[in-house]
Each structure stands twice: as C-alpha cells, then as structure tokens.
C-alpha cells in the first residue's frame, strides 16, 4: 500500500474508532466503571430460566431484573437468580430501568423483533434468543434497527460459540473433508413438547410453540441451529429449498409440523438436509459434513472424524499435534477432542466480551438474520408446498 493512501486510510479509521468511542461512551461507562455487566432477563421460562440458572457461575454478569406476563413463571425465574432481582409484568418497565445494561430475550418467538427494536431504542445490549425474528418484515425491521444502533445485538445460536465447533469450522475450511458436497442434519426427539397449564386460559402462553402465530414450530427452534452452522461453514446463504411436514403424530390440536423435513440449496452445489421428528429420538442430534476426502460428524458435545479410503485402528499425529493418538470408532470414526464449556455459558461470556470489546459477537445480528431467513423459507416451502427462492439483501 502506498504511504498516501495508507495515512489516508488510517486517518479514517482513527475517525471512526473516535465516533465508535463517542457513541458508545455513555452506555459503557457506567459498565467499565464497576466491571460488572448487569442483565435484565425478559421471559422466565425455560430457557429464560436456564440462562439465569448459568448467569450464577459467571462472574462479573448479575441479573438484577426479570420479566414474564405469566405470574408463576416470574415467580419462578426470580428464584432461580442468586441475586435479588426485580419482577416485572411489563417488559417496556424493565427496560426503564436504568441500571441494566443488557437484556436477554426469551420469549415467544413472534414477540423478539418488537422487543428487541425496543431494548435497541432504550440503550440495551440485546442478546436474543434464536431464531432471531419471525417474518420477512420481522427479520428485516430488527436487521435494520440493530445496524444503525451502537448496541452490541447477539443472536442465541449458542454453538456458534461452541470452541468445539468452532475448531471443527476450521477444520473444514482448512480442507479436512475436501470438497464438501452435503451437510446431513438431524435433530430427533420422542415427545410431544407440549406443557402442562396450570389454568386453560394459559393454554396458548404456556403452548406458544404450538401456534403458528406465536411459533416456528421445529424449523425455528430446533432446526435454526443447524441452518446457523451450515451457513457459517460455507459462508453463503442457500439459493432455494423444498421441504415437507405435518402434523401426522400428535393429534391434540396444534398447529405447527411434528415432523419436518427440509432440503436446501446452495449455489457452490451443497445440499444440505435438515430432519426433525417428535416420534423417535433415535441417534438424536447429529450433523454430518460429507467432503470427497471424509466426514465429519457431530452432536452437542463431541465431534468424529471418519477418513475415506483406508481405515486404522490407531491414528498418530491427531489434526497437527505430534504424538497425539486417537482411538478408531468403526461407526463415527476418530475423535476430536477438544476442551469446551457448556456452549450456552460460552455464549453468554461472550456476549460480555463483545460488550467489554466493542466487537461483533460471533453469533451476531447477520448471522441470526441470515439463519432467521432460511428459517421462515422452510416453513414457507412446507405450508405452500413450494420451492422458495433466496430474494433477501443482506
């Protein structure tokens, strides 16, 4: 580069460190000054709840408020904090509240964009849980909110935090498997996700995931992972997808698929297959990267290697470490073993450290937006019984 242009160059960065500095001055001084972030956890139920039950073995991250319209599930994701947090029936009050500096989002899918472009106006950071918004306009209004914010935004697809998968997304793009040709994904389970109510008016809150209105059914909360890690592994968002579901198992009046299955297309000629079942849990969660020079396979937890061509027992000098030795698995392969936490409280520790940083979180409003599109094409593809095409810019 040329000493003109590089001076120009970093003349401009300078300025735009300067204006990143101004702009988030105020939200973070308060943070830096007691280097403790503090959370405002809006829905308390499951995952709301489980979050908060994390958030107590980190240090530095307290959550100080709550918020559920449902009053036993406040109840409970109060208790859950080892602080003394404030309820809430009323999420707009939580976020009047100005000592927190950050929110997560766990509520009923259909509510995230609104309550997300709202955390944004009130100055939170906003981590929202996946799939990051319902909708084109959803999507789309929340993508353009977080853009021209100086908020950090991190989507919840907490294995893209995951240093197991994150070393394996290396592997493969450093050639392990060769020339990739298919991602083959599952996420099976034997139940029929349905919660018990303690009074029928709360069927619908407590049943979200049940209604179309409210949910994405097994596309948006299981399935969305999956869309999450191929995307990022190709780095690329698919040119179309056909797909197939229905509610053909559980009789008891929902309305989104207990069954799904979806088939996406990708421009560099990869096909990638998601499954979900409710009726048989066999093998579970699983992903396999098929290349012309082997497979990789993967669940939440452990990751295999499984080489064409010849096989050994015992293979040496394991993905560069002299000596390191692997036992063979005839069914999976050889291990990758890797040292990793729970990928839910890696998410949230980075989460912090994006905002301790400046920086965009690995799992951040892009990717959440790209894995939210390919998420409502699926479901679009099954309801109409349609191919649907790619038409988003991002």
């Not at 070393?167 to 996420?187: M, P, Y």
């Not at 990758?336 to 980075?350: F, R, T």
Request: positive net charge; aromatic residues 8%.
């Amino acid at each position: 580069m040329k000493r003109r242009v590089f001076i120009k160059k970093t003349g401009m960065a300078s300025a735009a460190l300067a204006s990143s500095s101004l702009l988030y001055g105020n939200v973070l001084s308060k943070f830096n000054s007691s280097n403790t972030l503090n959370i405002g956890v809006i829905g308390t139920g499951d995952r709301g709840g489980g979050l908060t039950s994390i958030i107590n073995s980190i240090d530095n991250i307290n959550v100080i408020a709550s918020c559920d319209i449902l009053p036993f599930r406040l109840e409970q994701g109060l208790a859950k904090a080892k602080t003394t947090p404030v309820g809430y029936n009323d999420y707009r009050k939580l976020l009047d509240n100005k000592d927190i500096d950050a929110v997560i989002i766990a509520t009923p899918f259909s509510t995230h964009s609104k309550i997300a472009i709202d955390a944004l106006d009130a100055g939170k950071h906003v981590y929202c849980e996946k799939t990051l918004a319902k909708g084109y306009d959803g999507i789309n209004n929340l993508l353009n909110k977080a853009n021209a914010s100086s908020q950090i935004v991190q989507t919840g697809h907490q294995y893209h935090s995951s240093r197991l998968y994150t070393h394996v997304v290396e592997l493969i793009k450093q050639g392990k498997v060769g020339k990739i040709s298919a991602f083959e994904c599952q996420w099976n389970r034997h139940g029929n996700w349905r919660r018990p109510v303690p009074q029928p008016e709360y069927e619908r809150a407590v049943n979200w995931r049940m209604y179309r209105e409210f949910s994405g059914g097994l596309t948006a909360e299981l399935c969305s992972h999956q869309i999450d890690f191929t995307n990022w592994v190709l780095d690329e968002v698919p040119e179309k997808v056909m797909g197939v579901g229905g509610v053909d198992y559980w009789k008891d009046g929902r309305e989104t698929f207990d069954n799904v299955h979806l088939t996406y297309r990708y421009a560099s000629g990869v096909t990638a297959k998601f499954t979900c079942l409710t009726s048989n849990a066999k093998d579970g969660y699983e992903i396999k990267v098929i290349g012309d020079k082997g497979t990789i396979i993967i669940d939440t937890k452990n990751a295999w290697f499984f080489p064409e061509g010849e096989k050994r027992e015992v293979m040496g000098d394991v993905d560069g470490v002299s000596g390191a030795t692997a036992q063979y698995n005839p069914k999976k392969g050889y291990p990758i073993n890797v040292e990793h936490l729970n990928p839910s409280k890696q998410a949230l520790l980075d989460f912090r450290q994006a905002i301790v940083d400046n920086k965009q979180p690995l799992s951040n409003v892009i990717s959440g937006a790209k894995a939210a599109f390919c998420v409502q094409m699926g479901i679009d593809a099954m309801v109409n019984n349609e191919i649907v095409k790619w038409n988003q810019t991002i």
